[in-house]
């Protein structure tokens, strides 16, 4: 019986972590801040599927578009709406998708989920189709057609601007900042009995967990920003087994995998 005033308790989404395809020999020194410099790895390209509450989740969307790759060394890459299928979902269910960060492999599928609402934290929305375009901004790794698909979607009314920290983006799901991967990414705390975070590209690695270290930042100057935000997802999750990085392929061999899709929760 919920008490009179009393909060209804946080829906228990099921997480899968999808995986589209794989970026071979990566350099780990762009993951993880002063590791060796020939140091290579596989490095996993995720979305996360989150059910529950009557709604369909993704977070991130991937990437289609033919330029990005001729940039990398690409294997096994399958469309994001077609991952999604191996996890028994169409991409015209999806109701929502929450985008942690504008870079075109997170952004670069929103035209996939064309009946999606999308939610982005405001400051990133508006930097990202502003300023960083002109003098004296900063626009690397952000596609040009992602911003004006992210634009069209916004005028068609389907676009939920978050306003910052801490703050409750669909039931039980809560939206964090502070990691500043880009101008103003977030990173996601899925409550329920186990909590877990999903970071995306605001912790590549468990490695980045494990030692404390940031990843690629904003700016030089967000470095300790990066790591103070590393703590804190442990914090929020439990335990820092229970925060998954974007790009580590551990998180197929950690959590129970069939194919391409590991259950997390």
Known sequence: MLLLGAAPPAPEYTIEAVRYGTIRDFRTSGLVMGADPAERMNIAMVLWLVRGDGRVIIVDSGFHRPGWFRSFDFSDYLRPDSALLQAGVEASDV??????????????????????????????YEYYTGPAWREGGSHGGIDE?????????????????VDGDDVEVL??????TGARHTYASQYLLVEGDQPFVLASDNCYLFRNLDTHTAGATFRPEDRAGNEVALERMARLAGSPTRVIPGHDPLQFERFPSQGRVARIR
């Open 95 to 124: 109701t929502d998708l929450i985008l942690t960060h504008a870079h075109w492999d997170h952004m670069g599928g929103i035209d996939l989920f064309p009946n999606a609402t999308i939610h982005i934290q405001r400051e990133e």
């Open 171 to 176: 039931p039980g799901i809560r939206a964090y």
């Open 145 to 161: 057609e992602d911003v004006l698909d992210l634009v069209r979607r916004n005028m068609a009314g389907k676009v939920v601007l």
